[in-house]
């Protein structure tokens, strides 16, 4: 079992920057995958970034150059930094943990992000 929890959601202008965080209830090395995803309103939730334990990265195009995915293993954090925010990034940002064992989905409460044009 693991629970999750996303801070750092906002206001923001477009052009600017948020950090998001995601902190897990346990050790996050051994997970396999940590990633964001996102559900703009009336949209589908869809992929935003994934970082793996032995830290490759995988980006939606959309957020390709402007956003990062990191992990701090000993803080049981993941991070996105968000730069360069336009309005169509306005959505609600999920926190995702994956274990391979068993084929395990975790998910955050959520986090909403809304970017002022």
């Known amino acids: 079992q693991v629970q999750l929890v996303e801070s750092g959601g906002g206001l923001v202008q477009a052009g600017g920057s948020l950090r998001l965080s995601c902190t897990a209830s346990r050790s996050i090395f051994s997970i396999n995958a940590m990633g964001w995803y996102r559900q703009p309103p009336g949209k589908q939730r869809e992929l935003v970034a994934t970082i793996t334990s032995g830290g490759n990265t995988n980006y939606v195009d959309s957020v390709k150059g402007r956003f990062t995915i990191s992990r701090d293993n000993a803080k049981n954090t993941v991070y996105l930094q968000m730069n360069s925010l336009k309005p169509e990034d306005t959505a609600v940002y999920y926190c995702?943990?994956?274990?391979?064992?068993?084929?395990?989905?975790?998910w955050g409460q959520g986090t909403q992000v809304t970017v002022s044009s």
């Open positions: 995702n943990a994956y274990l391979a064992v068993g084929l395990r989905n975790y």
